[in-house]
């Protein structure tokens, strides 16, 4: 019984400790897939940018294709930019935020709350 308790304790101690190690592991690490696949579609409008002289349109779902985003998959970054042209990805994992971020103002990824509202 006491063995059965001291075991039991000891798991539950080794998950906490765990989980607060992952949790506090750079993003870099933890969503390193995310990140590599979001810097393709970064680069890619950058060059779209480049060549066309403007941003993709956020509707304009035959580019945004082209550029590597797809509408309504949760695997890829939701695409938004605003009149100044700036822009955002946003991965929505559907929790309801922070998410994992691209601002082509600070040009880095983070874990925050979209700074550029979709209409």
């Given at each position: 019984m006491k063995k059965t308790l001291i075991i039991s304790i000891s798991a539950?101690?080794?998950?906490?400790i765990s989980f607060t190690i992952y949790w506090n592991l750079p993003i870099e690490i933890t969503r390193k897939a995310d990140i590599k696949s979001g810097?393709?579609?970064?680069?890619?409008?950058?060059?779209y940018r480049k060549n066309?002289?403007?941003l993709p349109e956020v509707n304009d779902w035959q580019t945004l294709e082209k550029l590597g985003l797809q509408k309504d998959h949760p695997?890829?970054?939701?695409?938004?930019?605003?009149?100044?042209?700036?822009?955002?990805?946003?991965?929505?994992?559907?929790?309801?935020?922070?998410?994992?971020?691209?601002?082509?103002?600070?040009?880095?990824?983070?874990?925050?709350?979209?700074?550029?509202?979709s209409k």
């Open positions: 539950i101690v080794l998950i906490i810097n393709k579609i970064v680069e890619n409008i950058e060059n066309s002289y403007k695997e890829k970054p939701v695409y938004t930019k605003d009149e100044s042209g700036n822009y955002e990805l946003v991965y929505n994992d559907g929790l309801g935020g922070p998410y994992l971020l691209w601002n082509s103002t600070e040009k880095k990824w983070t874990i925050d709350l979209p700074k550029i509202v």
